[in-house]
């Protein structure tokens, strides 16, 4: 990802500065935070979950689901919301997810989600935001 450009850029200071250590360490060092861990696992209110790192809308509640993987899942981001890339760590390859406006490592996408799509974008929640919608 270092060779590629996004519309938000900022140094790895001006990123330290910005992000809990947490987020830091998932959004740009390409972390995993601990299963179980994030709130939002438990997030049922309507709404959208936003990238951490620079606020770009990422996911509707209405595809959310309960995977029992201890993360926070959707079967499908919005529309140009993410890229992926081939993740070859921990001896295994794997499909990452990154926000398309900064690049912000989010999680990654296995092919056992829900209909419609099949996807499960399984995502570590320190990388999101959620705002619920207004009434």
Known sequence: MKDKSFPVEKTDAEWEDALSSSQFHVLREHGTERAGTSPLNHEKR???????????????????????????????????????TEDRSLFMARTEVHCANCGGHLGHVFPDGPRPTGQRFCMNGVALTFRPKSS
Do not use: N
Request: hydrophobic share 35%; proline share 8%.
């Open 46 to 84: 309507e709404g959208v979950f936003y990238c951490a790192g620079c606020g770009h809308p990422l996911f509707t509640s209405d595809t959310k689901f309960e995977s029992g993987t201890g993360w926070p899942s959707f079967f499908a981001p919005l529309e140009k919301a993410v890229e992926t």
